[in-house]
């Protein structure tokens, strides 16, 4: 059975984590159906915005489970796991719809990587975030090191990371890391999310992929990007490809 669902609403996707026995803490089986819905969501044109939710109010997500991974050799966790969440996360940031992660309850490891992942995030007043890894003896894996660098002063990471201290939703939005604090998060977000439906959709999509190449993330791909999309908008482009099926010498216009 699925433990991450998709559920789409008039040009608002939402993805909800449905596992709250455990937290809603990642297994590999949901990192699969994730990157499956990231996947097709990429390709509806219709999508304009997506929502990252979860089951129940005491978790967001709780990070991986240990189940998932604690049998895994090294290589194998350093080759399969680590490399997959970040493969499947770094699409999540990609992405070229925006993307709210509403969050009830707490974020802890790979579930604050989760959201790190995201354009917004809006917090439960009693959510909290923590980076838990060292009281099982490993390190943040899922970008939490890096992508959250660019996300919280360092001395906050580091409280983190290094003494296990949960930041509170409070201290969150004041760092800018939550856009919100709100009673009714995936309520919120939703209000949020109604109101790109009234912006350019092609003008929001580059503008997201311009702030990502502008803060050195993936900036080669960004940059490809844009200058494709640019290009393939000229007359050029359309003779170039007339041409080529006519069989015969294109006559370029430069326009």
């Known amino acids: 059975m699925s433990a991450v669902h998709l559920k789409i609403t008039e040009g608002i996707a939402e993805i909800q984590l449905d596992n709250p026995a455990k937290l809603n ?11 499956g819905h990231l996947d ?23 990070g991986a489970d240990i189940n998932a991974w604690g049998d895994l050799t090294p290589a194998e966790f350093a080759r399969h796991w680590v490399r997959d969440g970040h493969r499947i996360f770094d699409r999540l940031s990609r992405l ?3 993307v709210i992660a509403a969050m009830s309850g707490h974020a802890f490891g790979g579930g604050l990587e989760l959201a790190a992942a995201c354009d917004v995030r809006v ?6 975030l ?35 201290r949960r930041i509170s939703a409070e201290r969150a ?26 912006l350019s ?16 993330e993936d900036r080669d791909a960004m940059i490809e990007a844009l200058g494709s999309a640019a290009i393939s908008a000229s007359a050029d482009r359309d003779e170039g490809v007339a041409a080529f099926r006519a069989k015969r010498k294109p006559a370029f216009s430069g326009e």
């Open 25 to 35: 803490a990642f297994t590999v089986e949901m990192l699969e159906q994730l990157s």
């Open 40 to 62: 097709r969501l990429e390709r509806m044109q219709d999508v304009r915005c997506v929502i990252v939710t979860a089951e129940g109010e005491r978790a967001f997500c709780a």
């Open 96 to 98: 070229s719809k925006p």
């Open 123 to 128: 917090m439960a007043p009693s959510a909290t």
């Open 130 to 164: 923590a980076l838990p890894e060292a009281h099982v003896g490993i390190v943040p894996g899922w970008s939490g090191t890096q992508r959250l660098a660019r996300l919280l002063p360092e001395p906050v990471l580091k409280e983190m990371a290094l003494f296990g």
């Open 173 to 198: 939005q004041a760092f800018g890391f939550a856009a919100e604090v709100s009673a009714t998060p995936v309520e919120t977000a939703r209000t949020m999310a109604q109101s790109v439906l009234a």
């Open 201 to 216: 959709p092609r003008a929001v999509e580059v503008a997201k992929f311009m702030i990502h190449a502008g803060r050195g």
